[in-house]
C-alpha cells in the first residue's frame, strides 16, 4: 500500500506542471467563452444577456451559412483527402526507381507553412498573373478568365481545392504506415483464391487497416474544421462574407469589429460541435491501446 | 506475362508522374515567381520557366527598408523559447502518463487530448483579454504562452508514445539497483528516448514557426511581428509584390524542409505510432 502511495505521488508530481499549464492556458479560458456568450460585450460596454443573448443568436442569419461553408468545407477535403491518401499509399508502396525520394517529396506540402500555401494557391488562382486560368485557357476548358477567389459561387471551393493539396500528405504517410501491417498471408491467402486487386483491396487491405482509417478520417475531419489559415488567407472569408468558416468568422467579429460576445457564441457552438467528434476519437484512440 | 509485367510499371511510373506533378506545381510557382524580374513577373499570358532568372528579389527581401531579418529572428525566438519550455514541462508529464499508475490517469490524459483537438477559436476572446490587462499584449511572452496552448498537448502526447516503446524492464533494473523513481528517468530513460526528443522538438518548432492566428492578434507593432505575419507586408492594398513575397515564402519553407529532412523517420513514426499499433 505504501508502495502505491508513493507511485501515485510521484505520478502526480511529474504531470502537475502540464495540468496547471492546460488548466491555465486552456480550460479556464474556455470557461471564460462560455461566460463571455452570455454577455452583450463589445470594447465599450458589457451588457448581460443570459439566455435571452443564445435566442438571438439562433436567429443570427450567418449561423445556417458559416454552419453550411464549415461542413462543406470539412466534408469535401476529408473526402478527398481519404482518395488521394489512399490512393497515393497504395501507389508509393509499389516498388519503382526512385521511391524514397518520391516519398519524401510528396510530403512537402503539408510541411509548408500554412500562410504561404494561401499565398501560392492565390497567386495561382489569380486573374492575370495565375497560371490557372492560362492552362484552362489552352486546354479550351474557359474562353473567360475567371476570378476564383472574388466570386461568391466558386471562392470556398477554389480554396476546398488548395486545402485537399496542402494536407493530403498526412493521409499517404498514415495509410503507408498502415499498409506495411497488413498480413502478407492474407493476401497470398487471396492470391490462392484467385482474387483480383480490387477485391483484396475490398476484403483484406480495408478491413485489416479499419482503425487507422477510422482515426485518420478523425482528425483530418477535426483539424480540417479548425483550419484557419487558408480561408483567411486566400479569401478572409468574402466575397460579401460569403466563404467564412467557424475559426474565420469568429475571429472577423472578434478583433475586426470587436463583438466579443457574438464572437464567443460562435466560438461556443463550435466548440461544442466539435467536441462530438473529439470524443469519438478520444474512444477509438482509448480502444486501441486497451487501458491506458 | 512479360507484356504484363511491362504493363504494370507503366501505369506505375505515369501515376507517380501525376502524383509529383500535382504535388510539386505550386512549389514550381512559387520558386519561378521567386526568380522574375518584375517586367517578368507582370506578361500577360504568365509561363512558368522565367526567362531571364535574378536573385534580385531574394536581396531585396534582406535589403534596407525591409523587416524580413528581424522577423525571421522574432519567429525564430518565439519558436524556440515555446519549444524549449514544452520539452521540459512535456518530458516529465509525458513519462507520467506513459509510467505511472494513480488515479485519475485516464482522466487527465482525455484532458490532454481533448486540448489537442478542440478549435484555437474558441479560447482566443478570452486570451486576448487575459493578455491585454496582464500587459502582455505586445510581446514575445504572449506569442510563447499562447503556443502553449496548442503544443503543450502535442508535445505530452508525442513523448508519451516514445517512452512507451522503450521497454519496462531497463528502469525497473535502476531502481532494484537503488536508483530513485527520478534517477531512472533522469539517468536510464531519457537518455534513451532522445532520438524521440529531437523528433519531437523538430515538430513543435514547425508548428509553432508557422502559427498564424495567435501572431496575427497578440502582436501589434512591427519590430516584435513573426514571418507568417510579416510577409503582408508584401501585400499592397492594391497590388502584391510577388516576386519579394515568393522569394520571402521560400525562404520561411526553407528551414522547416531541412528540419523535416533530418528527422522524418522519428516524425513519421511519432505521428503514425498511435494508429498503427493495431
Known sequence: MKA??????????????????????????????????????????????????????????????????SLTWTLIVVVFQFLLGMSSALLLNRSFPGRALVRGLVILPWVMPGVIAGMVWR????????????????????????????????????????????G?????????AGLQIVPQELYEAADIDGAGGWIKFRNVTVPSMRPIIVTTLLLTFIWTFNYF??????????????????????????????????????AVFDFLFLLIFSLFYIRTSFKREGSL | MKKRFLR??????????????????????????????????????????????????????????????????????VASLATLVVLVVALFSSYGYARLI???????????????????????????????????????VSLVIGYLTFSVPV???????????????????????????????????VPLVRPGVGAT????????????????????SETKRTLPVGIFDFVGQYETNWGNLMAASVLICVPVFILFLFVQRQLVGGLTQGAVKG
Open chain 2, 102 to 140: 494513480f488515479p485519475g490517469r485516464s482522466f487527465f490524459l482525455v484532458l490532454i487530448l481533448l486540448s489537442q483537438l478542440f478549435p484555437l477559436a474558441a479560447i482566443i476572446v478570452p486570451l486576448y483579454r487575459i493578455m491585454s490587462t496582464t500587459r502582455l499584449i505586445d510581446t514575445y
Open chain 2, 8 to 77: 504494370y510499371h507503366t501505369t506505375t511510373l505515369v501515376f507517380v508522374f501525376l502524383l509529383l506533378f500535382f504535388v510539386l506545381f505550386p512549389f514550381a510557382v512559387m520558386v519561378s515567381m521567386s526568380l522574375k524580374a518584375p517586367d517578368e513577373q507582370f506578361t500577360s499570358p504568365p509561363y512558368l520557366v522565367p526567362k531571364r532568372p535574378t536573385l534580385d528579389n531574394y536581396f531585396h527581401v534582406f535589403g534596407r527598408g525591409s523587416m524580413f531579418a528581424r522577423y525571421f529572428l522574432n519567429s525564430f525566438l
Open chain 1, 168 to 176: 493530403f500528405p498526412f493521409s499517404t504517410l498514415m495509410y503507408l
Open chain 2, 155 to 189: 508535445g505530452v502526447w508525442f513523448l508519451r508514445g516514445f517512452f512507451l516503446s522503450i521497454p519496462k524492464e531497463l528502469e525497473e533494473a535502476a531502481m532494484i539497483d537503488g536508483c530513485s523513481r527520478f534517477q531512472a528517468f533522469w539517468r536510464v530513460v
Open chain 1, 123 to 166: 497567386l495561382i488562382y489569380d486573374p492575370q498573373l495565375g497560371l490557372l486560368n492560362h492552362y484552362l485557357r489552352l486546354l479550351g476548358i474557359i474562353s473567360q478568365p475567371l476570378i476564383w477567389l472574388s466570386n461568391p459561387k466558386t471562392a470556398l471551393y477554389a480554396v476546398i481545392f488548395a486545402a485537399i493539396w496542402k
Open chain 1, 4 to 69: 502505491t502511495n508513493r507511485e501515485w505521488i510521484s505520478g502526480y508530481l511529474f504531470i502537475v506542471p502540464s495540468l496547471v499549464l492546460l488548466f491555465l492556458l486552456v480550460f479556464y479560458p474556455l470557461f471564460l467563452t462560455f461566460l463571455y456568450s452570455l454577455y452583450d460585450m463589445s470594447l465599450t460596454a458589457v451588457r448581460y444577456l443570459g439566455w435571452s443573448g443564445y435566442a438571438r443568436f439562433f436567429n443570427n442569419k450567418m449561423l445556417p451559412l458559416v454552419f453550411r461553408n
Open chain 1, 229 to 266: 489559415e487558408l480561408v483567411y488567407v486566400m479569401t478572409g472569408g468574402g466575397p460579401g462574407e460569403k466563404s467564412h468558416i467557424f475559426p474565420t468568422y469568429v475571429y472577423d467579429l472578434a478583433f475586426k469589429r470587436f463583438r466579443f460576445g457574438v464572437a464567443s457564441q460562435f
Open chain 2, 201 to 220: 522538438a523538430a515538430y513543435l518548432f514547425f508548428i509553432t514557426w508557422q502559427e498564424f492566428m495567435f501572431a496575427l492578434t497578440f502582436i501589434t
